[in-house]
T-cell receptor
């Protein structure tokens, strides 16, 4: 079983739409969770950290459900500039080991 | 200002010819990582250092080696590159303990001919 699993999409949504991505993880001992954004042929960049039950940053909301071992990312009022791949990242047993999901591709259409 | 720097950005090497990729950081982070990312795939952790403590992933091929001579620098050596080693190689750093966000360099795109 993979450490982290994501729906690869692609998600094609119109501008202004709300879109949600889910991610499941296998290691119940994981303590740190992140969403990264990766543009084509660029490096991943941190979008949000999720340390407790969830947090919000502008149009972006991340939720963590420890009982079901999943995290989600909600994007409201999608912009064209939100088009990217969104990577779910979970830490492993040793704290500084990180495992990436395969990423969910989002295209926001005018 | 760049915080994690990778050189070169693009590297072409011949099948079987050793190649070294470099990474440096100005963040003074304890932990440095090397990832391999192939097209449309997730970054795959190859190894990481906590200071000089080296941690190899179980499935990282022996063909891949790493050195960290000091806090700021880390190198990835590919001893005998095969065609399957063509990928983007990403270096990242983080502090030890929360917050543990990783900061990535721009990557080195390796082509094997």
């Amino acid at each position: 079983r993979k450490e982290v699993e994501q729906d690869p999409g692609p998600f094609n949504v119109p501008e202004g739409a709300t879109v949600a991505f889910n991610c499941t993880y296998s290691n119940s001992a994981s303590q740190s969770f992140f969403w990264y954004r990766q543009d084509c042929r660029k490096e991943p960049k941190l979008l949000m950290s999720v340390y407790s039950s969830g947090n919000e940053d502008g149009r972006f909301t991340a939720q963590l459900n420890r009982a079901s071992q999943y995290i989600s990312l909600l994007i409201r009022d999608s912009k064209l500039s939100d088009s990217a791949t969104y990577l779910c990242v979970v830490n492993g047993n040793t704290g500084n080991q990180f495992y990436f999901g395969t990423g969910t591709s989002l295209t926001v259409i005018p | 200002d760049a915080m994690v720097i990778q050189n070169p950005r693009y590297q072409v090497t011949q099948f079987g010819k050793p190649v070294t990729l470099s990474c440096s950081q100005t963040l003074n982070h304890n932990v440095m990582y090397w990832y391999q990312q192939k097209s449309s795939q997730a970054p795959k952790l190859l190894f990481h250092y906590y200071d000089k403590d080296f941690n190899n992933e179980a499935d990282t091929p022996d063909n891949f080696q790493s050195r960290r001579p000091n806090t700021s620098f880390c190198f990835l050596d590919i001893r005998s590159p095969g065609l399957g080693d063509a990928a983007m190689y990403l270096c990242a750093t983080s502090r030890l303990g929360p917050p543990e966000e990783q900061y990535f360099g721009p990557g080195t795109r390796l082509t094997v001919t």
